[in-house]
């Protein structure tokens, strides 16, 4: 896990003295004064790796030792998806789950949370959607975000508000679960191999949890989804030796693919037994 301290932009704001006791507490840390520090100097002085800055009417911002990227919530290309949708060009994840209106979704690698609004979006308000987000970090940030992010498009907001995050793993949360409870069950892992046009992953990786999907994990999605348990990785990767799936749906560019086991069916190692011919 990243270290990091909560400061206060250079122009310290005395009204978020209480804001960033609670972020401290939420991460596990102090507060430090700025005190005219740049961001590499207060990290090394405090001996942390980052500091998460809270400004005035600025998304609080974790930013790095090295002076870097700083990285703060934002929804990605949720919005963008979201606009596809309702212009009926259609979203391959969407496609995958076979998601409609009213179901419920377990995301298990929650991230910025980008996947889970599209998700939903489709599923609407008599629908549900879980993240779960093991970075405390990046849990935090989504957690706060999507709790108080203002969207511009019209009815977006309840899409945001919706959605319950919580920090944890995915597997201990998996394994506490009740079998059958959702229609859907997602994993998006960090790639093994990133996709390099991929600039906003740049802050964002360093921060995520890069431990590999599990068996296990898989295992006890298959349990507690009642249609589907959905896998995001490259066409290529390696994920795809490891654990079986039945089919593969091909993402939006050729660097993606999701993987499909349909639960209740056969997967594809089991496939292998074939029928007795008629005698
Ligand atoms: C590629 S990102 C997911 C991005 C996400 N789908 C989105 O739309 O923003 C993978 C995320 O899974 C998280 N993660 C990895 N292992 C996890 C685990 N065992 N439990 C929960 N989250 C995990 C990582 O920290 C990272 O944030």
């Not at 008599?126 to 975000?145: C, F, K, M, Q």
Request: glycine share 8%; with cysteine; hydrophobic share 40%.
């Amino acid at each position: 896990m990243t270290t990091c301290v909560v400061t206060s932009s250079r122009k310290a704001d005395p009204a978020s003295a209480r804001e960033a006791a609670d972020w401290a507490e939420r991460l596990g840390t102090r507060v430090v004064l700025r005190r005219g520090r740049s961001i590499p100097l207060l990290c090394r002085e405090e001996g942390v790796e980052a500091a998460l800055v809270l400004s005035p009417g600025r998304p609080p911002t974790l930013k790095p030792a090295d002076g870097g990227t700083g990285y703060y919530y934002h929804p990605g290309m949720a919005l963008t998806r979201i606009r596809n949708l309702r212009n009926g060009l259609g979203d391959p994840m969407i496609a995958a789950m076979e998601l409609q209106e009213g179901d419920s979704v377990l995301d298990c690698t929650l991230g910025r949370g980008s996947d889970a609004l599209v998700a939903s979006f489709v599923v609407g308000p008599r629908g549900r959607v879980v993240g779960i987000e093991s970075s405390p970090i990046l849990a935090e940030l989504t957690i706060h975000g999507l709790q108080t992010y203002e969207p511009a498009g019209k009815g977006l907001t309840p899409v945001f508000r919706r959605i319950e995050a919580h920090r944890g793993d995915h597997l201990e949360y998996l394994g506490a679960r009740p079998a059958d409870e959702f229609d859907a069950v997602y994993f998006d892992p960090l790639f093994e191999e990133p996709v390099e046009a991929s600039s906003a992953m740049v802050p964002f990786r360093p921060l995520a949890d890069a431990q590999l999907l599990s068996r296990e994990a898989v295992a006890e999605a298959r349990r507690v989804a009642r249609r589907c348990v959905v896998i995001k990785e490259r066409p290529d990767a390696t994920l795809w030796e490891r654990l079986r799936v039945d089919r593969l749906v091909a993402g939006r560019t050729s660097s993606i693919a999701y993987g499909v086991i349909d639960v209740g069916k056969p997967t594809r190692e089991v496939s292998l037994w074939r029928p007795s011919e008629p005698s």
